[in-house]
Structures are given as C-alpha cells and as structure tokens.
C-alpha cells in the first residue's frame, strides 16, 4: 500500500478538507468510505496483474487505490476539474494509474485506452447511469466486462425478466450486448454524503454476439422503445407510433407468431427480435 487506505470516513474528510472540496450534487458525487465495498468491487471484476481497466469517474481515487493494488493498468476519466489535483496527491506512486481530464460521454475513448481488450469499472453518478452504460456498449469497444456500482432500482431493471414491473426497454437492450448480474448491495451509509437511495454493484459480461439474431438493430430497438413507451398499450397499437402502418404490423405479428393484444412487458428478447425482423421484410 503506497498511500494510507482512502476508502475510510477519517480519511476521505481529511482529503475533502486539506482540498477544500465540497461535493457536487449537481455531478452527483457521493464518495465511498467502505474498503470492504472496494475489495468486493475489484473481486467481482476479477482483476488480473496488467490487465486495462477503463475507471469512470475516480473522485479522490477511492476504487481507483484498490484497483490499482490489484495490479491493473487504470485509465481513469474524471469530469471535475478540481478533482485533478486531488488525484495527483491521492494516487502519487502509482505508477499504474493514469488520470484523464475530460467528460466520459465526449472522450474517444478507444484512443485514450489504447488497449486490444479492456475492463470497465466503475462508480457511477445516478443522474447518468444509463447513458453511459449504453454509451460504452453501443460503440462496440473491445471491453470484456463492466463492474459498476449504480443505483440498486435501475440495477434491478437491468436484469429484470418478462412480465415485472422492472422489465423495460432498458432490461432488453442491457441482455442483448450482456450477461447482467448482481454482485451485490451497497448501503447508504458506505458513502458521504449518504444517498437517499440503496445502491447495488453489478457485473455485465459482454456477449461475443447479441443475445438475439436481427437484420436491422436499429429497427429493433425502434421496436422495443414503441412497445413500451405506454406500457398500458397492447403491441397492435403501441407499435403504431413507429409510424408504420396498421396492416403491416398486423402482419409483422402474424408472421412472428405473437398475440398483437399482448403488452411489451411481456415479451423476450427473441420475441421482439422476431417482430423486428418481420417488419423488415415487409418494408
């Protein structure tokens, strides 16, 4: 251990006030001060000596510390200026940390990586959870696995299955790029300031191919956003605000074999892919 342990309360207050840093709600920055939630997340990701990890969001460089004791090669991306001097003092020695100032959602970051095949780990703010997430699988960047501690409820979303209240657009489109699964809760109180919420850490291993076979992935998760956009609706007529006239839906769900008078929430993976790519043959 280079540096004393950050994940400890006295320790990250000492850091907050020898900086003079005040958390921002609106980056909705709440640090960690638990190391046993550290070791669990660096476990989970079952870290290798020299192995890449893509870190989103490094703070005073809490999870960082641990993922960097495990031997990792760490590219860490920090949007809050202010926290750039702080992670130079917190992280000196380190010789396996890299820090880099810019905004997660603009950085190229297959160039700033610079690896063949790489981990994501992560502490993620709520407020932008998901466009990340998709974001980072949505490139198809060369990652293997993503570890991230995110808000327990849209964890639960994420690895939802048909026919719950949790299972959503955000469910099927998480199972098609991954294997989700939850490693395990985070309490409030591992955290100051302690967030309103529960938090859960949650390992999603990358497909080598999507879950589900499709012509068209735009046309597929056009699909899948109109199914449920009003969960109320039945497909006949939640897949009409595609814009797509009633016939050919009609017989889009003939040709998939699925009830029209059947609800999004519902429905799999394959089962949209099916409908997905009857609409594409009739188009």
């Not at 000596?49 to 703070?59: A, K």
């Not at 940390?97 to 992560?122: M, Q, S, T, W």
């Not at 409030?188 to 302690?194: E, L, R």
């Amino acid at each position: 251990m280079i540096q004393p342990t950050i994940a400890k309360r006295d320790v990250t207050k000492h850091i907050l006030k020898s900086f003079n840093i005040q958390m921002s709600k609106k980056l909705g920055q709440n640090f960690l001060i638990d190391e046993n939630i550290v070791d669990g997340i660096v476990r989970a990701a079952n870290i290798s000596p020299g192995e890449t990890v893509l870190e989103i969001g490094p703070g005073i460089g809490t999870l960082t510390q641990g993922l960097a004791e495990a031997g990792a090669k760490v590219v860490a991306v920090e949007l809050d200026s202010r926290l750039i001097e702080v992670l130079a003092k917190t992280l000196a020695g380190y010789d396996n940390v890299r820090i880099v100032h810019g905004d997660i959602l603009k950085v190229n970051i297959a160039e700033e990586v610079a690896a063949p095949r790489f981990k994501v780990v992560a502490n993620l703010p709520y407020y932008i959870t998901t466009p990340i997430i998709m974001g980072l699988l949505e490139q198809r960047l060369p990652v293997d696995t993503l570890v991230t501690m995110i808000q327990k409820e849209v964890a639960e979303r994420m690895v939802a299955s048909p026919g719950g209240k949790e299972y959503g657009a955000l469910s099927v489109a998480v199972q098609y790029f991954t294997e989700p699964q939850i490693m395990f809760a985070v309490p409030p109180h591992s955290f100051i300031p302690a967030p309103a919420v529960d938090s859960a850490v949650i390992r999603c291993v990358v497909r080598d191919q999507p879950a589900v076979a499709v012509g068209d992935e735009r046309l597929f998760f056009r699909v899948v956003k109109a199914a449920f956009s009003q969960r109320r609706k039945t497909l006949n007529n939640a897949l009409k605000t595609m814009g797509i006239a009633s016939e050919r839906i009609q017989q889009a769900l003939a040709e998939a074999q699925i009830d029209g008078g059947r609800r999004g929430e519902t429905l799999s993976l394959g089962e949209f892919a099916a409908i997905a790519n009857a609409l594409l043959k009739k188009s």
